[in-house]
């Protein structure tokens, strides 16, 4: 962490860090539970929130952890942060879509027996022409890194590497 703080400025900047944790975790349990109901707008809302948690303590990194970027990376879960960033900033600016993933799973029709019914699984859209903004890089990023991916999966790889980070810095 940057040391020309003060000792009170690195602890209330550690607590901001904490507090992004605490919420980026909340927001991913609410996301497990709207995949549990197939509530689909409760998905979108939940999605947005875990991505906007997740890019807040992204960018927390990159602004008070010196050798964050170099290890993201490098690591292959920080490396997911660079679709997410796609999937983020798509979901704040483009007007153009109402979801951002495809659901897999759950009860199919017509039904056959033995029944057989997968659990629900909620994996991120194919960007094709609607997630166009951000500039190509980060489409490209997007479809490198997490299009056709489970989105929990992908979330909960991305927070190991958060978790991670945060770990370093308190040791």
């Excluded at 900033?89 to 897999?104: A, G, L």
Aim: hydrophobic fraction near 30%; charged fraction near 25%.
């Amino acid at each position: 962490m940057k040391d020309n703080n003060s000792t009170q400025d690195i602890e209330q900047q550690l607590k901001r860090l904490e507090n992004n944790l605490y919420a980026l975790n909340k927001a991913y349990q609410r996301l497990q539970k709207a995949i549990d109901l197939n509530h689909e707008q409760e998905i979108y809302t939940a999605i947005g929130e875990t991505l906007l948690w997740t890019m807040t303590t992204n960018e927390w990194h990159q602004s008070h952890n010196p050798q964050y970027k170099r290890r993201r990376n490098k690591d292959e879960n920080g490396q997911l942060l660079f679709g997410l960033l796609h999937a983020y900033n798509s979901m704040k600016h483009n007007m153009e879509f109402i979801t951002i993933h495809t659901n897999e799973g759950g009860v199919q029709f017509p039904i056959s027996f033995p029944l057989e019914i997968p659990p629900i699984s909620v994996h991120w859209m194919p960007a094709g022409e609607i997630l166009d903004g951000g500039g190509y890089k980060q489409k490209e990023n997007y479809k490198r890194y997490i299009e056709g991916k489970d989105v929990l999966d992908s979330f909960k790889l991305a927070m190991d590497f958060l978790q991670s980070e945060y770990n370093n810095i308190c040791k």
